[in-house]
């Protein structure tokens, strides 16, 4: 057993506690209590987990009794300070006291420590100082309750060698004292650190403290917080100080950035029994990089506590930290910093000075040598272009795009070198340091050197610092520290070997400065300062400093830091010392430490009798010895360094001396190097991950030919080696999102290592040695366990490793692994018997016949005792992350488990889903070619495709998108996750996608997943798609047993406008399955996670347990995975005609085929197939089994996985062949299952005849019709005959089951597709893929069994009938699918009824399938039955018109067999109504006879309805009628209006509403079919409009003149749908046609008759409902011949006054005028009135001059102002006519989103010909929307202006603004949109002046040279006629055009070629080109976006 232990946590027991035998009581160990009963708190204080234990009393049962605990046996003396015991305690409700007393001489005695009453239910730290410096003493705790109900409880007992300190005061070294962080109220913690923080360029490096990197303090890390976010520290509850005290503490508040607002502290005092807390003491800037000190006076006449309070800026460089909290009576008293004795000088950062470069705009002040190199250095981003050597990115920023300067070291000549210079340095009087970061990796490396050039005299360089040889990957830090009195440069300087490719040296972020280097926890003794070591005055002789080439033989050859004669190191020269001389050197004071590690290398060679190295503690001259060793030879035969560790204790503070002591002869060396202290105690010896170095082991300099390297990430060859570490499982990561506000800077993500031998350099044999540290001997067995990697592509090419131990002289093999071992790491737990010497543990790794031969190590752990019986796990951090919404702690395993268990889902962000809003999500970006980049419209500027996300459907919503890069690299865009979890066995990669291309050549986008060192596996490939909208993708991936990474590699098409998009990935059911208490007897229990496995499923080659026990022991199956060959199924010769062929990775056919195996799901793993390419269609291919023995039980099943994809796939189909010969056919597949992945069957044999399988299959009518099988195995009842196979028979053959029902003749077909199920299926059959359940038909009197309901809904009662599936155990959750019979021919009325019971809680689709094409016809609505609620729903679903032979089919996404949710889908009670065409009509004069000889009344035909059942109705109508439409093209020619509050919109497929709006089109009845509609989402208030008008003007309508259309007005929140009439320009709408609320899911006919008596034009308007669910679309509109175009637009409506004639009005004078002479820029009254309501020029100073802004036509209104907006920077300050008058503007800080206010003039009549708009405008701010002008005449609605975002703060003109000259009135209409992203986006206009509008009244001849229009008014050039421009209003200079060449490209290109010797086409398109902010928006012909 464990040895007990004072600190205790009662996570294992009572540790030393004991109850007290003389109270009344005991108190009881307890977990996952309840306060209300008694039985203690729900959480412990360790964990913070109902799992964690604790100790308590409750006063519910033992009112006012005492209970005690104790320490046992009791503690001795304690030192004159005492010792400080600190505990958690809770107490809740009225739980009583609680006491603590310190038995001294087991007398009580008075307590120390009370507290009494309810605590909230919190745990609260307590400390409590015990003191008895004479006698033993014994800490108790007693709990006293009350007569109330309550509980106490204590947690976490600990003892610190020192006295507390008091109350409040907290240095922070041995935790938080009686401080804690807030369990509510804030959003993440204060976190105790040491050293420096994470993130660079904030935080302080050391403590205030200590003044060094080892001392602690507590800081908020701003990184991965958001703007706002606070956290809480919170005191103890003092008591009342009405006299006042004093808080004061030292805070460091500072960032190098100072952008945007910085992180904020405040101090708040919060009084007990308030709910606030009041601010005393706030800051909120940069107070530089130093500790500041603050003061804080308060008083409080009640109890309080002090909070603590950072509140998180908006640059992730704004960290805030705290130390050295205290509290004092008042604040006038001096306080003083606290520091060690002796003072230390805190290490600061560097100021920067000119010799400072990152190298990211040049090389600064640095200059290449000219005469004395050979090479140069390089400026570079990125990779260096030699393979295996350099950096893959620069140190400062982290990223590829990042620079650094390198040296190439290819293709040079031996020992070329390259020298970079600094500037001259004027010296100064003190020290001087030079930091740098070098990276040195690569085989060939040679040397790296900084010298000191002096610019004077002829003195060479001074070498101050080299490296030499391979360094490995990464940046590493150099530094140099100098004096000297000389002017002098600094030249870095490198070297290389000829042929040496992978040689190159970089450099990055040099700094030098004036002053000391800063310190490091590593003592190396390269500083002058010698790490302030003094030689002791009380030894016999001292310790030498030494550098260079050993005077010697006692010196050591080289040091350990540099590995060369240029390092420092410490030795003792004892050769002329007599026997027993000690030399001894110590260190500075060292301040107390609970625990401390001490490492050193040390040489301590030498025969036994040279000498002895020991380490001390000394305290007041007092020396104990803490580690000693004897001189050796035994190891090596020469001086060798070696590492070693000692944990350090000290009350009080320490000094450490190391004693080098004379023995009594020999010769030997004694040194010691590279000291490092660092807080906590040592590891144990041996033990190493690898993450912070070496830990004492090494690789051996002598003996072989290669090093162990440190690595992270994947190794540099190809084939071999692990992608990740065994620890963390982690490759090296950067991350490339730029930090908050500064684009250049990059942080570096931690990343897992491991050590590995590099095959890529040395020879076949080639071996390493890698040394442990010196074990001491041990007495009993211990246990070394590690992990290893030994996989090679190239099996063969594999090398070996063997593990040994040596004692003395001798070594003993424990351990080898040889050849391939897969590509996993593997587990190996070593026994080491007991060893009577110290001994070392060593690994020789050798090398293979080739470079895939990487051998890689990680996670060394020595035991004590036998070595586990399985393989050591390291337990889950029960608290690896809290949630974000409720605190609560989720265990390390819980984490990215891909199941939610925050209810906010905070443990599984960054697990491979990303919606791409807040970032990257931890994918990173890996560019060839092209690039991912995110964005969204507009952002990077010109991003315009696609327009909206797809998650929030705005403009504003981010994505991920492909784009052109830079640079030389060539391949594809890469998106590459981080390394996820493994997956269960349905797990499906899902996303959205948006691809579109100007041509036919299309992106391409493959989805990828790595695992491992395994070439990349492809699991989705998209080709060939176009499409202008976001598309779902489903990568169908399975069980992953390893970690992976997800990869989205994309392409654009090629010299195409093309756009490829990517936004919400998401993992779906990739959880393992969950463990279940108990399992059903027809089920299989796992054996480790406990999961419940369906028995059909064992041994079926798939691991659905997640932990791979359903496929263990099975050989009795009989299976076969290809993996090896065919095992012994075998070719058929004679009856087929092709073989089958075993193949791995992707066959040779696009789009068909697998993309890998079943079996392990990777490139790697084989399977059979057939090879479609060269076969004819209906050959066929066989495989044949073995003979099996009779069988006719039905229990003998042949299992498979499948894969069928392609449009050319024939037939799969299984026999079983008696030994008659006969071939049975009991399983059958044909024609694609559309998608990538592996489905399963399962046929029963029965035969009482011996019986073979043969699986054949049948190749289709095209080359992409590959099918596989993969993991075909047997059911245990399938036995092999043995011996001769018998002829005769043996029992009878089975009956064959009858085919289903395969087509309805007619929709009066009994019991035929309607179906109440109580006498049969009715023709619907299962059609599931794969694994997942079927449907079946049961009796409701079943349906408890299988969760479905009790009662079917045809009688009510448990004896009906219904089909129902229970959805589960889909491989890749394909659909559980019902289909119908084939149905006859449907009429546009028909509709299906049906009655649903939904237990499931899944959504439930219908579908039509017709000619291979699905489309979705429903889906159910979010209610679902229940248990308590078993609800029987009804749905009517409008089919429409189809052709014969379609089918209708129920789908339901399946889940995972281990889904908890239990339940089913049933459907009942299927009906058809209004699915039979209308009786013929008689065949007389007249009517429309059809091509099949029925008869329709005419006005039926050419109304895109299938009246005469064969669509001869429907032909030929474009030319036959007057106009038509089916918006398939575009929108005809409809216009949106410019005076509703919404637009209606052109969209195929379903509308964003799930429960409203059409889910397919009239026109085509499938999902491409396009309609216009209007969607009720963007709606925020009832009865708003959306209106759109055709431009096209009809006239007079005759009595026969009709318009038809087919209209969808399903959901429950539908408005109404209205059509009008309009027979003047913004004259009265004239209502035709109204429907008003849910007409159902169907699209239903229209029919208007016109009842108007002019021309007139059709407008078409929805009005919306209350709520969302009220879409309303229109489609297939058709005019009937009894209507007439005509070509002129519509007349100005005219106005009457009374008093005057009609369509006249009355001057102010009363003298009436003709309507139209109004507005028209003529004064017609004398008086000038009929133009002063609508002035040609307006400055809104003194009123809105007739422009007025309704609130109905947008959400809010333009307002007339003078002066400044409200809101602050934006908006102008004054107006653009006096600056001191008005204009008018739009408010954006108006409460609402991205709203559009409209500015509308009043109506101009008769305009000139040269009338132009001119005005000014102010757009001013940093979130300006937009502001575009239209011109609404009676031909439609034109955009002539348009500016969007910030315009600077000045107003500017839109100057000549052509308004038309053919118009006969006009309006002019302003709409200013804001922006979503704040409130700094006001608009304003002014001064509109419109000039030279009026219209001459006269028709004056034209000049020479010109031609006069027909109607007399207006001349045109001769050059102007036939030029396809309207110069003529009447279109006559347009008139007469035989004898020219035209083209308006409306047909195509009218004989123009595009030439073949140029590098790329023209292209012909519509509306807006594809590049944002160029390009015209609509053609010149027509003037439209359709032209």
């Not at 307590?126 to 007569?147: A, R």
């Not at 609560?888 to 906010?904: A, E, G, L, T």
């Not at 006498?1319 to 619907?1324: F, V």
Request: proline share 5%.
């Amino acid at each position: 057993a464990c040895p007990l232990t004072t600190n205790c946590d009662f996570e294992n027991g009572m540790c030393k506690w004991i109850q007290d035998t003389t109270d009344d009581f005991n108190w009881k160990r307890g977990r996952n209590g309840n306060d209300q009963n008694g039985s203690g708190p729900s959480m412990d204080h360790t964990y913070q987990s109902s799992l964690g234990y604790y100790v308590y009393t409750s006063s519910f049962s033992n009112t006012n009794q005492k209970a005690r605990i104790m320490i046992s046996p009791a503690f001795a003396a304690t030192p004159p300070a005492g010792k400080c015991m600190k505990f958690f305690y809770r107490l809740s409700g009225n739980a009583g006291t609680l006491s603590v007393y310190n038995r001294i001489n087991n007398i009580l005695g008075s307590p120390l420590w009370q507290e009494t009453g309810n605590q909230q239910g919190l745990w609260k730290p307590g400390l409590v100082t015990m003191n008895s410096t004479t006698n033993t003493w014994q800490p108790v705790f007693q709990s006293e309750t009350s007569s109330g109900q309550g509980t106490i409880a204590i947690d976490d007992v600990s003892f610190l060698d020192q006295a507390c300190p008091p109350p409040g005061n907290c240095n922070f070294e041995n935790g938080l004292c009686t401080w804690m962080n807030a369990r509510t109220g804030d959003d993440f913690d204060w976190v105790r650190h040491q050293g420096t923080v994470p993130s660079a360029f904030t935080g302080p490096s050391v403590d205030h403290t200590l003044g060094t990197a080892n001392g602690y303090y507590i800081y908020m890390e701003a990184t991965g917080r958001t703007s706002g976010q606070k956290t809480i520290l919170q005191s103890m509850v003092f008591p009342p100080a009405p006299n006042g005290r004093c808080l004061s503490f030292w805070y460091h508040m500072w960032t190098v950035f100072p952008f945007g607002t910085q992180s904020t502290l405040a101090v708040y005092i919060k009084r007990v029994n308030s709910n606030f807390g009041n601010i005393l003491w706030i800051r909120n800037t940069s107070a530089g990089n130093v500790w500041k000190n603050a003061h804080v006076a308060f008083s409080s006449n009640s109890r309080y506590q002090i909070l603590l309070v950072a509140i998180r800026g908006q640059s992730t460089l704004s960290d805030v930290a705290i130390d050295d909290i205290t509290f004092s009576t008042n604040c006038n008293t001096t306080l003083t910093q606290p520091t060690p004795s002796p003072t230390r000088t805190a290490p600061t950062t560097l100021p920067p000075t000119p010799y400072d470069c990152t190298f990211e705009t040049g090389f600064c002040n640095w200059v290449q040598g000219v005469a004395t190199d050979t090479l140069n250095w390089t400026r570079h981003q990125g990779p260096t272009s030699s393979l295996d050597t350099g950096p893959s990115v620069d140190h400062t920023t982290g990223s590829a795009n990042g620079w650094y300067a390198y040296v190439e070291g290819s293709q040079f000549s031996s020992n070329n070198s390259a020298q970079l210079y600094s500037q001259p340095i004027t010296p100064s009087n003190g020290p001087m340091c030079l930091q740098f970061w070098y990276n040195m990796f690569g085989e060939d490396i040679n040397v790296f050197n900084v010298y000191m050039s002096f610019t004077t005299g002829n003195a060479p360089p001074t070498l101050l610092w080299t490296r030499k040889g391979n360094q490995g990957p990464g940046w590493k830090l150099g530094r140099v520290q100098v004096t000297q009195s000389n002017a002098f440069r600094f030249m870095f300087e490198t070297h290389h070997i000829r042929g040496g490719f992978r040689s190159d040296i970089a450099i990055d972020d040099i700094k030098f400065n004036f002053h000391q280097c800063p310190d490091i926890a590593l003592c190396d003794l390269e500083s002058a300062d010698k790490c302030s070591f003094t030689q002791d005055i009380n030894d016999n002789f001292d310790w030498t400093y030494f550098t260079g080439n050993p005077p010697t033989p006692f010196a050591p050859p080289r040091d350990h830091t540099l590995g060369t004669t240029l390092g420092h190191s410490f030795y003792a020269n004892m050769q002329q010392q007599p026997n027993g001389a000690v030399a001894r050197i110590n260190t500075p004071e060292r301040p107390p430490t609970a625990a401390s590690c001490l490492r050193f290398w040390y040489i301590a060679f030498g025969n036994a009798t040279y000498g002895t190295l020991s380490v001390y503690t000394q305290v007041d001259g007092v020396m104990t010895k803490r580690w000693s060793i004897p001189t050796t030879i035994l190891l090596t035969n020469r001086p060798t360094w070696l590492g070693s560790q000692v944990t350090i204790q000290s009350q009080v503070g320490y000094y450490i001396t190391f004693e080098a002591a004379r023995g009594t002869s020999g010769n030997g060396t004694i040194a010691i190097d590279d000291i490092q202290l660092t807080a906590g105690a040592c590891p144990p010896l041996g033990d190493c991950t690898f993450e912070k170095g070496t830990c004492l082991w090494r690789n051996v300099r002598s003996f072989d030919q290669l090093d162990l390297l440190r690595w992270s990430g994947a190794t540099p060859s190809f084939g071999t080696g692990p992608n990740a570490d065994h620890t963390i499982g982690t490759e090296a990561e950067h991350n490339t999102t730029p930090l908050n506000c500064i684009s250049s800077i990059y942080l570096q993500l931690d990343s897992g290592h491991f050590m590995f031998l590099e095959a890529s350099k040395g020879s076949t044999g080639n071996m390493a040695i890698f040394y442990s540290p010196e074990f001491p001997a041990a007495t009993t067995p211990r246990c070394f366990t590690f992990w290893y990697h030994m996989y090679a592509r190239t099996q063969s090419q594999m090398g070996r490793f063997t593990f040994s131990i040596r004692t003395g002289n001798n070594s003993t093999r424990l351990f080898n692994a040889t050849g391939y071992q897969g590509p996993r790491w593997n587990y190996a737990a070593i026994p080491l018997s007991s060893v009577n010497t110290p001994y070392w543990l060593y690994f020789g790794v050798y090398r293979g016949s080739g470079i895939q031969s990487d051998i890689a190590f990680d996670d060394f752990t020595m035991y004590n005792g036998p070595c586990p019986t399985g393989i050591a796990t390291q337990a889950p951090n029960p608290c690896a992350m809290r949630c974000t919404s409720n605190r609560q702690c989720v265990p390390s395993n819980k984490v990215c488990d891909y199941i939610r268990n925050c209810p906010d889902g905070s443990d599984e962000i960054n697990c491979g889903g990303c919606t791409f809003e807040g970032g990257l999500c931890k994918y990173t970006l890996n560019s060839g070619s092209e690039q991912w980049l995110r964005g969204r419209y507009g952002s990077p500027r010109g991003n315009v495709l696609p327009q909206i996300d797809h998650t929030t459907r705005t403009t504003t919503g981010w994505y991920m998108f492909v784009a052109p890069a830079t640079g030389s690299n060539f391949g594809f865009a890469k998106l590459n996750s981080a390394l996820l979890q493994p997956t269960g066995a349905a797990c499906q990669v899902r996303f959205w996608y948006f691809s579109y291309s100007n041509t036919t050549s299309t992106s391409d986008l493959d989805v990828y997943f790595i695992e491992g060192p395994i070439a990349k596996t492809r699991i989705l490939r998209l080709r060939n798609v176009n499409n202008y909208k976001w598309q779902q993708g489903i990568a169908y991936m399975g069980r992953r047993v390893e970690r992976y990474r997800l990869s989205f590699e994309g392409s654009l098409a090629f010299r195409s406008r093309s756009s490829l998009a990517l936004d919400d990935i998401s993992l779906f059911e990739c959880s393992l399955p969950q463990a279940q208490i108990s399992c059903p007897s027809n089920q299989f229990q796992c054996t480790k996670t406990k999961a419940c496995v369906a028995s059909n499923l064992l041994c079926d080659f798939q691991d659905d347990c997640g932990d791979n026990s359903d496929e263990s022991n099975c050989a009795a199956y009989n299976g076969c995975n290809f993996e090896r060959g065919m095992c012994s199924w075998s070719q058929v010769y004679g009856s087929d005609n092709f073989n089958w062929e075993r193949r791995s990775g992707t066959t040779l056919t696009f789009n068909t085929g697998p993309s890998r195996d079943h079996t392990t799901g990777t490139v790697t793993g084989y399977y059979m197939f057939i090879d479609a390419f060269f076969p004819r269609q209906g050959q066929k291919a066989q495989l044949k089994s073995k003979w099996f023995q009779p069988n006719a039980s039905g229990q003998c099943k042949i299992r498979m996985w499948y894969h069928m994809r392609g449009d050319g796939i024939g037939a799969l189909n299984v026999y079983l062949v008696p030994n008659t010969g006969k071939l049975i056919k009991i399983w059958s597949r044909s024609g694609q299952t559309n998608i990538d992945a592996w489905f399963r069957m399962e046929a029963a044999a029965v035969s009482s005849r011996y019986f073979y399988f043969i699986i054949e299959a049948t190749r289709g009518p095209t080359v992409r019709g590959d099918i596989a099988i993969d993991d075909v195995s047997f059911t245990t009842s399938c036995q092999y005959a043995t011996g001769t196979v018998p002829t005769s028979a043996t029992g009878p053959q089975p009956s064959v089951t009858p085919a289903p029902i395969a087509s309805c003749a007619t929709w009066q077909t009994a019991n035929c597709a309607a179906c109440n199920f109580d006498k049969g299926q009715c023709g619907w059959r299962d059609t599931t893929f794969g694994s997942i359940s079927k449907w079946t038909r049961d009796t409701a009197g079943h349906g408890q069994s299988f969760y479905g309901p009790l009662f079917d809904h045809t009688s009510g009662s448990g004896n009906g009938y219904y089909m129902y599936t229970n959805a589960r155990g889909g491989s890749f959750f394909s659909d559980s699918k019902m289909t119908s019979p084939s149905l006859p021919s449907a009429y546009d009325t028909c509709t299906v009824n049906f009655w649903y019971n939904n237990t499931l809680g899944r959504t439930i689709y219908l579908y039509v399938v017709q000619n291979g094409t699905s489309t979705r016809v429903w889906r159910s609505p979010f209610i679902s039955s229940t248990a308590s609620r078993p609800l029987w729903l009804n749905a009517s679903v409008g089919l429409g018109h189809r052709r014969p032979g379609f089918k209708i089919e129920f789908r339901v996404s399946g889940s995972s067999f281990f889904s908890t949710r239990n339940g089913a889908v049933s459907i009942d009670d299927i009906s058809f109504s209004n699915c039979n065409f209308p009786a013929s009509a008689p065949c007389f004069s007249g009517n429309f006879q059809c091509l099949n000889g029925r008869c329709i009344n005419p006005s039926l035909s050419c109304d895109y309805g299938n009246d005469c059942g064969d669509y001869s109705d429907e032909q030929g109508c474009a030319a036959s009628l007057p106009w038509t439409c089916n918006f398939e093209s575009n929108a005809c020619g409809f216009v949106q209006s410019v005076t509703d509050a919404f637009d209606w919109s052109r969209s195929s497929g379903g509308t964003f509403s799930s429960l409203s709006g059409p889910s397919f089109d009239h026109t085509y009845g499938t999902q491409r079919g396009y309609y216009m509609f209007f969607s009720a989402r963007g709606s925020s208030s009832v009865n708003k409009t959306a209106q759109m008008t055709l431009t096209q003007t009809f006239g007079t309508p005759s009595a026969t003149c009709q318009m038809r259309f087919w209209y969808h007005m399903y959901g429950p929140d539908i408005g109404a749908l209205n059509v009008y009439a309009r027979t003047s320009f913004n004259g009265p709408l004239i209502k035709q046609f109204t429907k008003v609320g849910n007409q159902g899911d169907m699209w239903k006919k229209a029919i208007v008759t016109f009842s108007v008596t002019q021309p007139f034009q059709v407008v078409f308007e929805a009005v919306n409902g209350p709520y969302l669910w009220g879409d309303i679309a229109v489609d297939d509109i058709s005019f009937t011949t009894g209507c007439n175009k005509v070509n002129t637009p519509l007349p100005v409506a005219t106005q009457t006054d009374p008093g005057c004639p009609n369509g006249q009005r009355k001057c102010k004078n009363n003298v009436c005028i003709p309507s139209i002479k109004f507005c028209d820029f003529i004064q017609d009254c004398t008086d000038g009135s009929d133009e002063s309501g609508c002035p040609n020029t307006c400055n809104f100073d003194t009123n809105r001059c007739g422009w007025n802004s309704p609130l109905e036509y947008g959400e809010i209104q333009w307002a007339r102002n003078s002066g400044g907006t409200p809101s602050s920077l934006t908006g102008p300050t004054t107006d653009h006519t006096t600056g001191t008058g008005y204009y008018m503007y739009v408010e954006a800080d108006n409460g609402t989103f991205s709203s559009d206010a409209y500015l509308v003039s009043p109506i101009y009549n008769n305009p000139g010909s040269a009338c132009t708009l001119s005005f000014w405008y102010h757009m001013y701010g940093t979130s300006i929307g937009s502001l575009s002008l239209n011109v609404v005449t009676p031909s439609g609605t034109q955009q002539i202006w348009t500016k969007s975002g910030g315009q600077g703060n000045s107003w500017k003109q839109a100057a000549n603004l052509k308004i038309s000259s053919c118009t006969t009135a006009f309006q002019l209409s302003f709409k200013g949109s804001t922006s979503f992203f704040g409130s700094a986006g006001d608009i304003a206009v002014d001064d509109i002046a419109l000039t030279g509008c009026a219209k001459s009244t006269s028709s004056s001849g034209c000049s020479g040279g010109q031609f006069q229009c027909a109607n007399k008014f207006g001349c045109y050039a001769a050059a102007d006629k036939c030029d396809l421009a309207k110069n003529c209003c009447d279109n006559s200079d347009e008139t007469t055009c035989g004898s020219f060449t035209l083209c308006n490209f409306e047909s195509g290109l009218c004989g123009w070629t595009q030439l073949k010797s140029d590098d790329f086409n023209w292209d012909k398109g519509t509306g807006s080109t594809f590049s944002f902010g160029t390009g015209p928006t609509n053609d010149h012909t027509l003037g439209t976006a359709n032209g």
